[in-house]
């Protein structure tokens, strides 16, 4: 069974920078796409960016331009470099990852925005 486990949340003041990490407990998978979701207080989990394995990578619109994701060589872990932070990203985020006909999910990270 794969598990993918993040890290790298924390609190953060507004304007400043945090990276997520989340990486496959096995070496052995290669993931299809990989991804980052948020579920902020109260509300439901929406998305924030994926990234297939060709490189391609899409970003909700609320984070375009001040978050990027990537991943690393092997395809079974991914980032999300958060920049400019805002007050209105503070959320659980959850990283995901497709191989064959399943998804898998992280334990989610905790971001805090705030002075």
């Known amino acids: 069974q794969v598990q993918l486990v993040e890290s790298g949340g924390g609190l953060v003041q507004p304007g400043g920078s945090l990276k997520l990490s989340c990486a496959a407990s096995?070496?052995?998978?290669?993931?299809?796409?990989m991804g980052w979701y948020r579920q902020l207080p109260g509300k439901e989990r929406t998305w924030v960016a994926t990234?297939?394995?060709?490189?391609?990578?899409n970003y909700a619109s609320a984070v375009k331009g001040r978050f990027t994701i990537s991943t690393n060589n092997a395809k079974n872990a991914v980032f999300l470099q958060m920049n400019d932070l805002k007050s209105e990203d503070t959320a659980v985020y959850y990283c995901?990852?497709?191989?064959?006909?399943?998804?898998?999910w992280g334990q989610g990270a905790q971001v805090t925005v705030s002075a």
């Open positions: 990234i297939l394995s060709g490189g391609n990578s």
């Open positions: 096995s070496s052995d998978v290669t993931f299809t796409n």
């Open positions: 995901n990852g497709f191989v064959g006909t399943t998804w898998y």
